[in-house]
């Protein structure tokens, strides 16, 4: 088996403030999602991306960077906190083109 | 464009009565359905998921049929434990872009003693 780290768990930062989240995964995939967690609104897609260096736009990617430096890490980038930001964000990973997507616990924001 | 369906955000049922969650989807292919499961402080993780040959996956006592005639895939137990108090969530992979998973809202099944 394998597992996904993310990381900090618990950010907090301020309005304004530019703040990135990390995600490992030892499991080998090629393919690594970053999903955004609203209690109501379900788990949305912000960024994805098949291989290093490749990143695809989700529904929701507007307000956020990502970037792909190797295979087994994916980084998002949160360009300007606002407070409507507060919310858990869930790394992901899969084998391309297998359908079981394999999540992270999490990192939950808040920004003051 | 492809969406799922969760009309229950809170369920809450005492132990030992049946569960069934609903989801329904709209997609323009024939999608792969799933149901993940998120307990509190976890990950979500697969419970089960659609079969292309009609099988009925079971896990955990959970069981799923995908009805593509009423577009739904609700999930069910005969006998809620408390234990499964989780958040639950229907997800569909349309049939073209493998991988890219599009969720539900999510229901929140609470089982009380």
């Known amino acids: 088996g394998g597992i996904i780290t993310q990381t900090p768990k618990f950010l907090i930062g301020q309005e304004g403030q530019k703040l990135t989240l990390k995600c490992q995964q030892n499991?080998?995939?090629?393919?690594m999602y970053w999903y955004r967690q609203d209690s109501g609104k379900g788990l949305r897609l912000i960024y994805y991306?098949?291989?290093?260096?490749?990143?695809q736009k989700g529904d929701l990617s507007e307000g956020y960077d990502a970037s792909r430096e190797k295979k087994s890490s994916f980084s998002l980038t949160v360009t300007s906190a606002q407070k409507n930001e507060m919310a858990v964000f869930l790394c992901?990973?899969?084998?391309?083109?297998?359908?079981?997507?394999?999540f992270g616990k999490g990192t939950r924001l808040t920004v003051v | 464009g492809d969406s799922v369906t969760q009309t229950e955000g809170l369920v809450t049922l005492t132990e030992g009565l049946p569960v069934m969650l609903n989801c329904t989807y709209q997609s323009t292919y024939s999608p792969f359905l799933f149901w993940y499961v998120q307990h509190l402080n976890e990950a979500p993780k697969l419970l089960l998921k659609s079969f292309t040959d009609n099988k009925r996956p079971e896990h955990q006592g959970f069981h799923a049929t995908l009805h593509k005639s009423s577009s739904s895939f609700h999930l069910q137990k005969s006998s809620a434990q408390l234990s499964d108090s989780a958040l639950y969530y229907c997800?569909?992979?349309?049939?073209?872009?493998?991988?890219?998973?599009?969720f539900g809202q999510g229901t929140k099944l609470s089982i009380k003693p």
């Open positions: 991306s098949i291989t290093e260096n490749d990143l």
């Open positions: 499991f080998n995939h090629d393919t």
């Open positions: 992901a990973s899969s084998v391309t083109g297998d359908t079981e997507v394999f």
């Open positions: 997800a569909l992979i349309p049939n073209y872009n493998q991988g890219k998973l599009i």
